[in-house]
Nanobody, 121 residues
Framework: QVQLVESGGGLVQAGGSLRLSCAAS????????MAWYRQAPGKQRELVAI???????NYADSVKGRFTISRDSAMNTAYLQMNKLKPEDTAVYYC???????????????WGQGTQVTVSS
């Protein structure tokens, strides 16, 4: 079994910064990709940023130039550095990981429990 644990959410004023962390643990052979999604009240969950095993990254247009996703492969941890935060960034942020298990030929998609980010104007 694999668990993802997020941390780092909170309340911040517009223009401020936060850093989210997502630590993966359990029966992990390799992590193929890690991503951050967010879901605001009344809206669908959306992809914010993704980093694949080779290090390539991709971002939603709304966060380009303000958010940075990174990964510490040795620690199986991903980070989302969020700068110049705006009230519209307010949402529950979820970590997602595409992980190959130590069980042969088993690969699955995992989600964290979510962490609230609130940006006040």
């Amino acid at each position: 079994q694999v668990q993802l644990v997020e941390s780092g959410g909170g309340l911040v004023q517009a223009g401020g910064s936060l850093r989210l962390s997502c630590a993966a643990s359990g029966s992990i052979f390799s992590i193929n990709a890690m991503a951050w999604y967010r879901q605001a009240p009344g809206k669908q969950r959306e992809l914010v940023a993704i980093i694949i095993s080779g290090g390539s990254t991709n971002y939603a247009d709304s966060v380009k130039g303000r958010f940075t996703i990174s990964r510490d492969s040795a620690m199986n941890t991903a980070y989302l550095q969020m700068n110049k935060l705006k009230p519209e960034d307010t949402a529950v942020y979820y970590c997602n990981a595409d992980i190959s298990s130590r069980i042969p030929n088993y690969r699955d998609d995992y989600w964290g429990q979510g962490t609230q980010v609130t940006v006040s104007s």
